[in-house]
């Protein structure tokens, strides 16, 4: 990813991510499977090799989804004070859809994000 020498006008990372395209030309796909990342971009060979979210996109999908279900669970819960198998028959398949949606969205903007500002492992300089 350091050598990379394409000239290309530079792509809104935010969007190419949402939008699961390619961080450098914005038109190949970065993902061949729902959350499997390509190998390289088909339209300007870019290797995705150095694409590695790591937990980043499960910790995000978890505070913010989890954020949203329970904060409204706990509001349906204090207003209708509903039965518990309403609330296990709303709130798992919500939970469910959010997450593996937000899942891929998330991941595809963190890969591109990285792309986009070079991000490396880091490594020691002993000084030698």
Known sequence: MSDDK???PPIDPISAGLHGR?????????FSGFLTVGRRCANCGLDYSYADAGDGPAV?????????VV?????MEVT??????????????L???????????????LLTLQYRNK???????LGE
């Open 6 to 8: 394409a000239i290309l």
């Open 22 to 30: 390619c961080p450098r030309c914005g038109e190949g796909r970065l």
């Open 60 to 68: 995000f999908v978890i505070l913010i989804i989890g954020f949203i």
């Open 71 to 75: 904060g409204l669970a706990l509001w």
């Open 80 to 93: 209708l004070n509903p039965p518990l198998w309403l609330h296990f028959l709303l709130w798992i398949p």
């Open 95 to 109: 939970t469910l859809v959010l997450c593996l949606g937000a899942l891929r969205l998330i991941k595809g903007v």
């Open 119 to 125: 991000a490396a492992e880091g490594r020691l300089d």
